[in-house]
């Protein structure tokens, strides 16, 4: 199911239930005033809980659990006239457009409490109206885990790997594709949940999205992971040089870093800014890496649908970096031949929000990704569009595309000398799509 589809079917669906809660509102308003107003002040009842997901094939499920963030609608009696719904003891916000005699919606705050809760509160759902209220025993999870970003997607056996993301605590399995489990010498984040370590095992031959399990829940990653299917240059065995400019290194093969546990280099590579030279401030292209892109036409269209949006699909390169990176930026030109600042997209990770902040360096090889919607030519545009914009720079501008290493000013943060050396790798085309994990049994979590 793409973007388009899941976005229709979560309009078709919401656009029904308001329609049918204001019928039933209307309805329960009428009957007030018909004289049945003695309802409202009956003490409110809680009979079944229900989640709303109009993504799910139960958009309307009955639950015994829910988590934060969630919404639930609350099935029962006396709801007319409500004044305060409290989750574990924290008041949620609800609607009373949106409430009837017997049925009402409210979502569980991202901040109701779920650890440090009072034991009279915890788990419960009280509904309050005047002297009048209910206490409901409903389980309250956690919200469920997310995963941002992977360290190294396309990493060897044996090196270890960070997945990044939200609610990662306790993690205790992770699957890798062709269902490849690991549940020993996890290491995750236990105070804030932003990281989990896991050793790359052996045997992975297929690529797709990794799955963390943990306490919280689960949580599917991008489907980019060992997509080598999509390297469309790698030095070694689909090596598509064309030229370079500026300082760029030749082939290099020296393994690097020789120690630690992360992902280290993987036969040959090259480097921006050669020598670790210092970069003076205010040179809008120091050097740029060429390779041909004639063959991504009949490589990707099979691999990737051509109606994925733009922010479902990325260039992806693994880099390692020499130096301070205090300055400077990579620039993804993605189809050449219309200007320096046309179908490209950037990476700075020393800057943030127009401000310059440190760059915390791995010390090993990690993947960074350019979503094709980061660039203003491409933020509209469909997989089939993008691959049709590269052939008309293939056949009527230039067949090239690569990494620059640009030291002009980024975001209004004024460029300072640099001596950054930036290795690279494994020019890859990948997948952003995510699978959407499911606590429930009957859910196909791959669709």
């Known amino acids: 199911m793409n973007k388009f589809e899941r976005d229709m079917k979560q309009l078709?669906?919401?656009?029904?239930?308001?329609?049918?809660?204001?019928?039933?509102?209307?309805?329960?308003?009428?009957?007030?005033?018909?004289?049945?107003?003695?309802?409202?002040?009956?003490?409110?009842?809680?009979?079944?809980?229900?989640?709303q997901d109009a993504n799910s094939k139960v958009p309307d499920r009955e639950v015994a659990f829910a988590r934060l963030s969630q919404t639930i609608r609350l099935e029962g009696e006396n709801f007319v006239g409500l004044t305060?719904?409290?989750?574990?003891?924290?008041?949620?916000?609800?609607?009373?457009?949106?409430v009837s005699n017997k049925s009402m919606v409210v979502q569980i705050n991202r901040n109701v409490p779920t650890a440090d809760v009072a034991d009279n509160v915890k788990n419960t759902i009280r509904l309050e109206k005047g002297n009048q209220f209910v206490v409901y025993n409903f389980e309250i999870r956690a919200a469920a885990p997310s995963i941002t970003r992977i360290s190294h997607t396309l990493p060897q056996a044996g090196e270890e790997i960070t997945i990044y993301g939200t609610g990662l605590a306790d993690i205790t399995k992770i699957i890798f594709p062709g269902n490849i489990e690991v549940t020993e010498g996890i290491?995750?984040?236990?105070k804030d949940g932003r990281w989990c370590t896991v050793t790359v095992p052996a045997g992975i031959n297929e690529s797709g999205s990794i799955l963390v399990l943990g306490v919280?829940?689960?949580?599917?990653?991008?489907?980019?992971?060992?997509?080598?299917?999509?390297?469309?240059?790698?030095?070694?065995?689909?090596?598509?040089?064309?030229?370079?400019?500026?300082?760029?290194?030749?082939?290099?093969?020296a393994l690097i870093p020789t120690t630690?546990?992360?992902?280290?280099?993987?036969?040959?590579?090259?480097?921006?800014?050669?020598?670790?030279?210092t970069v003076a401030a205010g040179v809008p292209e120091d050097a740029a890496y060429f390779a041909r892109q004639n063959m991504w036409e009949d490589q990707l269209n099979p691999l990737i649908p051509g109606n994925t949006p733009a922010d479902e699909v990325a260039i992806q390169m693994d880099i390692y970096v020499d130096g301070e990176w205090n300055s400077g930026y990579i620039r993804?030109?993605?189809?050449?031949?219309?200007?320096?600042?046309?179908?490209?997209?950037?990476?700075?990770?020393?800057?943030?929000?127009?401000?310059?902040?440190?760059?915390?360096?791995?010390?090993?090889?990690?993947?960074?990704?350019?979503?094709?919607?980061?660039?203003?030519?491409?933020?509209?545009?469909?997989?089939?569009?993008?691959?049709?914009?590269?052939?008309?720079?293939?056949?009527?501008?230039?067949?090239?595309?690569?990494?620059?290493?640009c030291n002009d000013d980024f975001n209004d943060v004024e460029a300072e000398p640099t001596n950054v050396v930036i290795y690279f790798d494994n020019l890859r085309v990948v997948p952003l799509t995510t699978p959407t994990y499911s606590d429930f049994a009957d859910e196909d979590e791959t669709e």
Request: charged letters at 20%.
């Open 332 to 405: 993804m030109v993605a189809a050449d031949g219309w200007g320096s600042n046309r179908y490209c997209m950037l990476y700075a990770p020393w800057e943030s929000i127009g401000r310059r902040i440190p760059f915390e360096n791995p010390g090993c090889w990690y993947t960074v990704t350019f979503p094709f919607s980061d660039s203003k030519d491409f933020e509209a545009s469909t997989f089939a569009d993008i691959l049709a914009q590269v052939q008309i720079a293939v056949t009527d501008k230039y067949n090239q595309w690569g990494p620059w290493l």
């Open 216 to 253: 919280n829940g689960g949580a599917y990653s991008p489907a980019y992971f060992n997509f080598k299917e999509g390297v469309v240059h790698d030095f070694d065995n689909v090596n598509n040089h064309a030229w370079n400019r500026g300082a760029v290194s030749n082939d290099l093969s």
């Open 84 to 98: 305060k719904v409290l989750i574990n003891g924290y008041s949620c916000y609800f609607n009373p457009v949106f």
């Open 12 to 51: 078709k669906y919401l656009t029904f239930f308001i329609t049918s809660l204001l019928f039933v509102s209307v309805f329960y308003a009428c009957e007030d005033e018909n004289g049945d107003s003695k309802k409202n002040s009956k003490a409110p009842e809680i009979h079944r809980v229900f989640l």
């Open 187 to 190: 290491t995750f984040d236990g």
């Open 260 to 277: 630690g546990n992360g992902p280290k280099s993987q036969g040959k590579y090259r480097s921006l800014n050669t020598a670790g030279r």
